[in-house]
C-alpha cells in the first residue's frame, strides 16, 4: 500500500508544510510590527535600539523553548538573530524617518 500512494503522501506532506509556511511568515510579520511599536516608544524615551542583555536573554529562552519542539539549539540561536537583526534593522530604519 505505502508504495502505491507514496506520491499522494508527499503531496499532502508539502501541502503541509506550505501551510506552516505560510502560518510562519504571518508570525513573523506580527512580530516586526511589535518590534516596530516597541523602536517608537525607544525614540520616543531615548532609549538605544539595542539591547544585548535583551538578546541574550531571548536567544537562551527560544533555546529552551525549542528543546520542547526538538529543535537544535544552535538552529534557535540562528534562527533568532536573524529575526533580531531584521527588528533592529526596522528599529534603527525609524530614527531616519
Known amino acids: 500500500m505505502w508504495q502505491e500512494n507514496w506520491r499522494e503522501k508527499l503531496s499532502e506532506y508539502r501541502q503541509g508544510i506550505?501551510?506552516?509556511?505560510?502560518?510562519?511568515?504571518?508570525?513573523?510579520?506580527?512580530?516586526?510590527?511589535?518590534?516596530?511599536?516597541?523602536?517608537?516608544?525607544?525614540?520616543?524615551?531615548?532609549?538605544?535600539?539595542?539591547?544585548?542583555?535583551?538578546?541574550?536573554?531571548?536567544?537562551?529562552?527560544?533555546?529552551?523553548?525549542?528543546?520542547?519542539y526538538r529543535l537544535r539549539a544552535k538552529f534557535v540561536k540562528a534562527l533568532f538573530r536573524v529575526i533580531m537583526f531584521e527588528s533592529k534593522k526596522i528599529q534603527k530604519e525609524l530614527v531616519k524617518v
Open 18 to 68: 506550505d501551510e506552516i509556511d505560510f502560518k510562519v511568515l504571518e508570525l513573523v510579520g506580527k512580530r516586526m510590527e511589535l518590534s516596530e511599536r516597541i523602536g517608537e516608544i525607544k525614540i520616543e524615551r531615548g532609549l538605544p535600539a539595542c539591547v544585548p542583555e535583551r538578546e541574550i536573554q531571548v536567544i537562551a529562552t527560544r533555546q529552551n523553548w525549542g528543546i520542547r
